[in-house]
């Protein structure tokens, strides 16, 4: 893996990194084979153990949040568990999104470890926004022109999957998605757009800092491959920047989106 790890933050108690698309974030029983992982860079990087808090999806880039000591490790997730850390992800789908929605469908474990009929469903919650659309004069699939369209999703629970398979069960998967998406959509991406890559990306964070009287939150750049593609669509207006602030700290925990009415 050749990306360079981009440090967002960094302070005493915890660290904030760009996760590069396809790097595992740590070692799995389904990991035989390989030998790189996010949580064995970062802490070659850093010269010290790190503590990871909270988790991506192989495929999917963007910021995560790693402690650097196990009692604040146990502080943020407690935090993340509690639903007290705002997490915001952009996706390119297929179709014309809603322009913005509340997604509600129960979800069961995914996890391998036995038949995901025998798991309990539980509550999934994803708000849905967005941002901008396309249509290209491409045949993909039975239409003579093709719509896609840059979702912002902003998660409320922290189901595996969730983003991916809410949008796929609404009816607008995520290009490059090889499990809930379709093969000539990503196909075309692939081999059309130079974006062979599931295009979802978590590019926005914010929660109480573990330790000090401030609120952080993190903004993240795409990659060099989303970002592309974005310019390449005309919706270079809705690339997000590495940005970091500081707010005064709040007891709430993850407010209700402002575009959707609970």
């Known amino acids: 893996m050749a990306d360079e790890l981009r440090l967002l933050h960094r302070d005493e108690h915890l660290v904030v990194v760009h996760k590069p698309a396809g790097l595992l974030v740590h070692r799995t029983a389904l990991a035989r084979g390989e030998r790189e992982f996010l949580l064995q860079r970062l802490r070659d990087r850093l010269g010290r153990r790190v503590y990871p808090v909270h988790r991506l999806d192989r495929p999917t ?78 045949q993909v699939d039975r239409y003579p022109r093709s719509r896609y369209s840059l979702m912002e999703a902003r998660p409320l629970t922290g189901r595996r999957h969730q983003i991916r398979r809410h949008l796929s069960r609404r009816g607008y998967p995520i290009i490059g998605d090889a499990k809930h998406g379709k093969g000539n959509h990503n196909r075309f991406f692939a081999e059309r757009l130079d974006a062979p890559r599931l295009l979802l990306a978590a590019v926005g964070l914010a929660f109480d800092h573990p330790v000090e009287a401030y609120r ?45 009415t609970p």
Do not use: N
């Open 216 to 260: 952080l939150e993190i903004e993240c750049a795409l990659d060099a491959t989303m970002a592309a593609l974005l310019e390449r669509l005309g919706w270079a207006g809705h690339l997000p920047l590495d940005a970091v602030r500081q707010e005064p700290a709040t007891a709430a925990s993850i407010p209700h989106s402002p575009f959707v």
């Open 61 to 138: 880039s963007g910021a995560m949040v790693f402690a650097l000591s196990p009692e604040v490790a146990a502080r943020l997730a407690e935090a993340f568990a509690g639903r007290e850390v705002a997490k915001r992800y952009l996706a390119v789908v297929r179709g014309i999104g809603p322009a913005a929605e509340r997604l509600a469908y129960p979800l069961r474990e995914e996890d391998g470890r036995r038949p995901k009929a025998e798991m309990p469903a539980q509550e999934a919650l994803t708000d849905i926004r967005r941002l901008d659309s396309v249509e290209l004069p491409v």
